[in-house]
């Protein structure tokens, strides 16, 4: 496992894809950076005040803005709160409903090297899709070698020693009607408290490499309907040779947890031994960790009913 450093999600990325017009195009896009994920609208800030104000958060201009702009403040009035707001290194400023930018204002930008971006959508709305495209963008990532599964809607992430059979157990559970996420490596991201999601590199999505056979294209073979381009991590199971003199879980009481970028993931050791069938085994784990969710443990209810027996046993 590997854990890659955030640089920042470049706005060239970003226009490209919210379809974003850029009104300064003597600015190149491609060397502006933005590294929060949070945005801001100016409010305060059209009067002058700049206390706790945040400079490396995207500027938001809507309706109001843009009406309070135009219709209280004279022409030199608006020149003086662009300079002031550019003055700051913001890493962009987005102007919604397709309201046009003045010249100055351009200028102004221009000038100190902050690019204009337009879109025709309402504000509200354009501000909740750009916030989860640069939660996306700019999550603490890390890639890990193992096979992602989409199973009955439950994220799978098959990891193990390479050789063990990760691929052949994957491909299996495609036959079978289950989607193929990553196969070999698998880039996770962190875009909330707790959930990862993890997705394919570009170079290997929705292949997969059978050992003596070759690269497989599951979405040509089997049809669009079983690929996936991205699924949320919701348990795992780690592939391992089987040991005699090991002993495995065999109830289910206390569950395990692999680590990944600080949030613990359920995690099951699976011993492979000739006649098992993984990709059984992996869907009806699916089932149980959905059963779980639910408030529904078939260990503690087989526990409850051990006890009960006892305590039947005991009155009598």
Same mark, same amino acid.
């Given at each position: 496992m590997s854990e890659k450093k955030i640089d920042g999600a470049n706005i060239s990325v970003i226009a490209e894809r919210l379809g974003l017009k850029n009104c300064t195009p003597l600015l190149n896009l491609e060397e502006s950076v933005v590294y929060v994920p949070d945005i801001n609208r100016p409010a305060l800030q059209l009067e002058g005040f700049y206390e706790h104000f945040d400079e490396k958060r995207i500027e938001l201009i809507g309706m109001v803005e843009y009406a309070y702009l135009h219709s209280k403040k004279t022409k030199q009035e608006r020149a003086a709160i662009y300079e002031k707001l550019l003055s700051f290194q913001i890493p962009a400023v987005i102007?919604?409903? #397709?309201? &046009? @930018?003045?010249?100055?204002?351009?200028?102004?930008? =221009?000038?100190?090297?902050? @690019?204009? %971006?337009?879109?025709?959508?309402? *504000? /509200?709305?354009?501000?909740?899709?750009?916030?989860?495209?640069? *939660?996306?963008? %700019?999550? @603490?990532? *890390? *890639?890990?070698?193992?096979?992602?599964?989409?199973?009955?809607?439950?994220?799978? %992430?098959?990891?193990? &020693? /390479?050789?063990?059979?990760? /691929?052949?157990?994957?491909l299996e559970l495609v036959r079978r009607g289950h989607r193929l996420v990553a196969d070999d490596v698998v880039e996770i991201r962190k875009i909330g408290k707790d959930r990862l999601l993890g997705t394919a590199s570009a170079v290997t999505r929705h292949l997969i490499e059978l050992r003596g056979i070759g690269i497989i294209d599951?979405?040509?073979?089997?049809?669009?309907?079983?690929?996936?381009?991205?699924? =949320?991590?919701?348990?795992?199971?780690?592939?391992?040779?089987?040991?005699?003199?090991?002993?495995?879980?065999?109830?289910?009481?206390?569950?395990?947890?692999?680590?990944? %970028?600080? =949030? #613990?993931?359920?995690?099951?050791?699976? $011993?492979?031994? $000739?006649?098992?069938?993984?990709?059984?085994?992996? &869907?009806?784990?699916?089932?149980n960790h959905r059963q779980k969710k639910m408030g529904y443990n078939a260990a503690e209810e087989l526990t409850r009913r051990v006890m009960d027996n006892i305590n039947k046993a005991s009155r009598h």
């Open positions: 102007i919604c409903r #397709n309201l &046009e @930018p003045e010249e100055q204002f351009i200028a102004a930008a =221009t000038k100190a090297g902050t @690019p204009i %971006l337009q879109t025709g959508r309402a *504000t /509200s709305e354009f501000m909740a899709e750009l916030i989860s495209i640069l *939660t996306f963008e %700019l999550a @603490p990532t *890390t *890639t890990i070698h193992g096979v992602l599964v989409d199973v009955y809607g439950e994220g799978l %992430l098959i990891t193990g &020693e /390479s050789g063990i059979g990760k /691929s052949e157990a994957a599951v979405k040509s073979l089997f049809g669009v309907e079983c690929v996936k381009d991205n699924q =949320t991590i919701d348990f795992v199971i780690k592939l391992e040779d089987w040991k005699r003199e090991t002993e495995y879980d065999r109830m289910g009481l206390v569950d395990e947890f692999m680590e990944i %970028l600080g =949030t #613990n993931v359920v995690c099951h050791s699976l $011993p492979i031994r $000739p006649g098992r069938n993984l990709a059984v085994i992996c &869907e009806t784990a699916a089932v």
